[in-house]
């Protein structure tokens, strides 16, 4: 694919408005919870959880990468790339935490972007989000500490930022909203320098509302998580990840919230939700989703929506093989029997 960095394979495509093909596209490079958006120039960047020194091909990043930039696309042609350009974290996690970082979450707001991930609480495992900033896409990010780490040693991690209205918001996987093994979605209000404003934070969903997430599950931690909030129409929606993430049976759920970018009561999952996903692996080992994705992987989660330089929504998100986890884009929209991808 023409200015596409080491640009995947095409698994396949379809006509989109104004002429552009929409193809989704995979990645050979390990990458798990990827989020990707649109930077500055014009091209996209995913970004994931942190991998190991000698993983995965490189065009630019070397070592060790707290948190790995994938480069690729431009304009309306998003792509993918199978190699790390960069860290956009270089100097880890921060002062508040140790060991690697998980699902970096990353938005534009204003002039500047804000990236939010998942760390270990120095001296403890429970997991916790932290902030960082940026005058660029690329980074370097800047350190700003923790932003949300629950009493009781319950966690908070998958955070996904989005702006509405000139705000910014934050939807992420809130523990303490719940107890024993359920955990939650909140989403929270933030300020102008991307601190959450508590008095805003609402429940959107939690895993007593669901028994798909369960289904089958080992362990014994009943799992929602990964969350994307996202607009269609004049209706806001969450998508959301269950269930294992080192199994076929992990996928994606969609949740219908309301008129707002905070919900105002629980939202509630599509296409009988409660019991089987709406995105994930069709084949036996899978949930029975409503829908499939393209090339019919295992284990298909953490999905993000995201927005094209047209406007457009699209989506990335990973697979598992039964040791890896490897990111796709694809296009996002509606056809007569709901939301697909293609």
Known sequence: MAGVVAA?????????????TATANESTFPLA?????????????????TVGAGRGKRCGGVGKLWVPVLTHGSGNTVGMSDCASGDALPGGPGEWASGNIWAPGVVRFGDRFFMYY????????????????????????????????PPGGRWAIDANPFVAGGRMYVAYRDDAITSGPETGISV??????????????????????????????????????????????????????????????????????????????????????????????????????????????????????FTAADGGKRVVYHW?????????????????????VR
């Open 8 to 20: 995947g394979v095409a698994v396949g495509a379809a006509s989109a408005s104004g002429g552009v």
């Open 33 to 49: 919870d990827p989020d990707t958006l649109r930077a500055e120039d014009g091209r996209y960047v995913t970004y994931g959880t």
């Open 118 to 149: 998942t760390a270990s609480r120095k001296g403890s495992g429970q997991k916790c989000l932290g902030r960082a900033i940026s005058r660029s896409a690329y980074g370097p990010f800047r350190n700003a500490g923790g932003w949300a780490c």
């Open 188 to 305: 929270v209000r933030t300020d102008g320098e991307g601190r959450a404003e508590w008095s805003t934070r609402r429940d959107a969903l939690k895993s007593t509302h669901l028994t798909w997430d369960t289904r089958r599950a080992a362990g014994t931690t009943h799992v929602i998580e990964n969350p994307s909030m996202f607009k269609a129409g004049d209706h806001w929606f969450l998508a959301y990840s269950g269930n294992n993430w080192d199994s076929a049976r992990y996928a994606t759920g969609i949740a219908k919230c309301g008129t707002g970018p905070i919900p105002g009561t629980r939202c509630t999952p599509l296409r009988d939700g409660v019991a089987r996903p709406y995105f994930g692996f069709t084949g036996e080992a899978g949930l029975g989703p409503y829908r499939g994705l393209p090339g019919n992987h295992r284990g298909p989660g953490g999905l993000d929506v």
């Open 320 to 340: 598992w093989n039964g040791t890896s986890r490897f990111p796709m884009t694809g296009a996002f929209g509606r056809d007569s029997g709901g939301f697909r």
